[in-house]
């Protein structure tokens, strides 16, 4: 396992790579969907006991689809809101 990149770890760094743009703008968008990967994975990842409330991982997956939004990265947007139905589901 040592030595090897992870599927989101490739994307981020091919994403970093082939991004043609203003500087400035490069890294206000990369900032934001690294933002929003972060928030993604954390809602996914971590244990209810390490959120502050039941209704944090919503406001973080809301958050996030605001990010992906706001870049227009549609595919990632589409994961979000899948999580949030998911989440939907499941509390109710």
């Known amino acids: 396992m040592i030595g090897k990149i992870t599927e989101g770890s490739m994307s981020l760094l091919f994403f970093d790579f082939f991004f043609v743009g ?18 993604m994975m954390a809602c996914r990842h971590l244990p209810q006991p390490f959120l502050s409330g039941p209704c ?18 549609k595919r990632a947007l589409q994961e979000c809101q899948q999580l949030l139905l998911q989440l939907n589901t499941a509390v109710e």
Not at 32 to 39: D, T
Not at 60 to 69: H, I, K, P, R, Y
């Open 22 to 39: 203003d500087e400035e703008e490069s890294t206000c968008v990369t900032g934001e969907r690294e933002k929003a990967a972060a928030l």
């Open 56 to 73: 944090q991982r919503k406001k973080m997956l809301v958050e996030a689809a605001t990010s992906l939004e706001k870049i227009g990265d």
